[in-house]
């Protein structure tokens, strides 16, 4: 994750040679939003809307599309409506679009009751297996709302729960994303940026995508949070700058859809 030009070429490739439903089209505007192509992604995520049978699937792509252009209320109707266990075209769980709005509200109680839906898969051994442990995104709403005593236990479990992956060799970058949320709560600010740039160096970058990511909570109002998502989106912006070249190439072929839309 984090090289979003790949991405966007392989989500392409696929739609050259591949039947071109909803899964297919939608994978096509992820990496454009996360690289601050709004507009473009739309136009995939729209066209993956009208290829999708599944009514509830359909709400939930337009919940996603209310979230990057920052209309967290709707994002929260739309999602909130839904079964929490659905997934669209991506990875998003509907649970888990209504509970990040709720975080971009700064509604943290809100926030708490939609998570008790996880924590009562995660207790059970079942639902969102992308979520790992709620455990963590419990503390840091617990300290948002000032109960400090009561996220203590939680983040001492999350801690023993992602030291555990970091020591397994595990590369996904969100292990490190949350032990340095764990770090920053604990106080040890050096050693939450070390793990934050660890997480960079494994694909982490601040983006449309991971903006609203509740990790980052435990940081706000830090400069060097601020001075790290400033260099992370020169980065960004480096991968949409390969992107829109790809797209005015004299040899690139347009999709039927890009041809019909004239969104690309």
């Given amino acids: ?26 994978w096509a505007a992820e990496p454009l939003i996360a690289v601050g192509e709004i507009d473009a992604g739309e136009h995939w995520m729209r066209a993956a809307i009208a290829a999708e049978p599944h009514a509830g699937k359909r709400r939930l792509m337009e919940a996603e599309i209310a979230r990057y252009r920052g209309d967290f209320k709707r994002c929260r109707e739309l999602a909130g409506s839904l079964d929490p266990d659905l997934v669209s075209g991506g990875s998003g769980w509907a649970n888990d679009f209504a509970r990040t709005c709720a975080e971009q509200q700064h509604d943290w109680a809100g926030a708490l009751i939609l998570l008790q839906h996880e924590l009562q898969h995660y207790a059970g051994g079942t639902g969102d297996i992308s979520l790992h442990d709620p455990l963590l995104e419990q503390a840091v709403l617990l300290r948002q709302l000032g109960r400090r005593a009561e996220a203590a236990p939680a983040i001492a479990r999350a801690r023993q729960i992602e030291q555990a992956a970091l020591d397994s060799g595990d590369e996904y970058f969100g292990h490190s994303l949350r032990m340095a949320a764990i770090l920053r709560m604990e106080g040890d600010s050096d050693g939450a940026y070390r793990m934050l740039d660890g997480a960079a160096a494994r694909g982490l970058t601040s983006n449309p995508r991971t903006d609203g990511s509740y990790e980052f909570l435990p940081f706000q109002g830090d400069a060097r949070l601020a001075a790290w998502q400033k260099a992370s989106r020169v980065k960004v912006a480096g991968m949409r700058q390969r ?10 072929l347009p999709t039927a859809f890009e041809a019909a839309t004239r969104g690309l």
């Fill in 1 to 26: 994750m984090g090289r979003f030009d790949d991405s966007f070429q392989l989500a392409r490739h696929n739609l050259e040679f591949s039947r071109r439903g909803a899964g297919e089209l939608y």
């Fill in 243 to 252: 992107i829109q070249m790809m797209l005015k190439q004299a040899g690139y």
